[in-house]
């Protein structure tokens, strides 16, 4: 069974795309073989990559319409080594659909998603609907980006009450906390170190890491269909990324830091 990271908040404009897509890259290029889902209807996931689908290729969102339909038939390549995209359906309107809290969960352990892959990693809506529940009861951790200002701290707070819901209600009870992500960070910033620190002191110091900067060439990685890591690498923003799997990688081999 692959590990599975859902990267969310309840705050849109987080980051939480460029983090999933550029997260996804730097684990891919130290081996192991990831699968990237994005059930975020926008769609970005797939310009993360290069990847452009045909206008009624299945999708990632296609076991939510279709009772019958198999994850693996939404699973694309990409141009990059180890890592593979199961897109959305840009045309998928959220609140719509089948299937029970559990249906991601199902489709992610069956074996042709199982054998193929190491690592999941779900790029998650903002919205609080049956997509977000799924990914959330199929995750075994949870990462969460939050621009250091106000209203994405509220949108922090209120995942860590939907996350509460899922813990204690039953439906995934050994989901952990990943860490907190800081993005579009500077450290120079008042309002960036409050926001942080306050984070720190509600969540847990040790599950904030260290922040991704700001910095244009994540912006420029997706207009030319690459994670930043094969546009600029030794921009500061691929630097951060690859700092942040680093340190993940240890938690995911199921290491103790």
């Known amino acids: 069974m692959p590990r599975i990271i859902a990267v969310s908040n309840r705050k849109g404009g987080t980051g939480k795309t460029t983090v999933a897509v550029n997260l996804a890259a730097e684990l891919a290029a130290l081996g192991r073989r990831v699968l990237l889902v994005d059930l975020d209807s926008q769609g970005h996931c797939a310009a993360g990559v290069g990847l452009k689908l045909d206008r009624d290729a299945p999708t990632a969102h296609s076991i939510f319409l279709d009772p ?16 593979s995209l199961c897109p959305a359906d840009q045309r998928f309107e959220h609140g719509s659909g089948v299937g029970g809290q559990g249906r991601l969960a199902e489709a992610l352990a069956h074996q042709d998603i199982a054998s193929a892959f190491d690592l999941v990693i779900l790029d998650t809506p903002p919205s609080l ?44 009870p050994q989901l952990k906390i990943l860490g907190f992500v800081p ?12 926001v942080t620190g306050e984070v720190a002191r509600q969540f847990g110091a040790p599950r904030v890491l260290a922040g991704i900067r700001s910095d244009i060439r994540l912006a420029e990685a997706f207009s030319v269909g690459k994670p930043v890591r094969g546009y600029a690498p030794k921009c500061r923003g691929a630097q951060d990324f690859a700092n942040l799997a680093a340190t993940l990688s240890p938690v995911l081999d199921g290491i103790d830091t």
């Open 129 to 172: 609907d049956h997509l977000l529940f799924n990914a959330l009861t199929a995750a075994h951790w949870v990462l969460v980006p939050y621009v250091p200002h106000h209203l994405s701290l509220e949108g922090v707070r209120q995942l860590m009450r939907v996350l509460f819901k899922i813990i204690s209600g039953g439906a995934n």
């Open 183 to 194: 993005t579009m960070s500077a450290a120079h910033i008042r309002q960036h170190r409050l």
């Open 68 to 83: 019958l339909a198999k994850l693996s038939a939404a699973v694309y390549p990409s141009a990059f080594a180890n890592l």
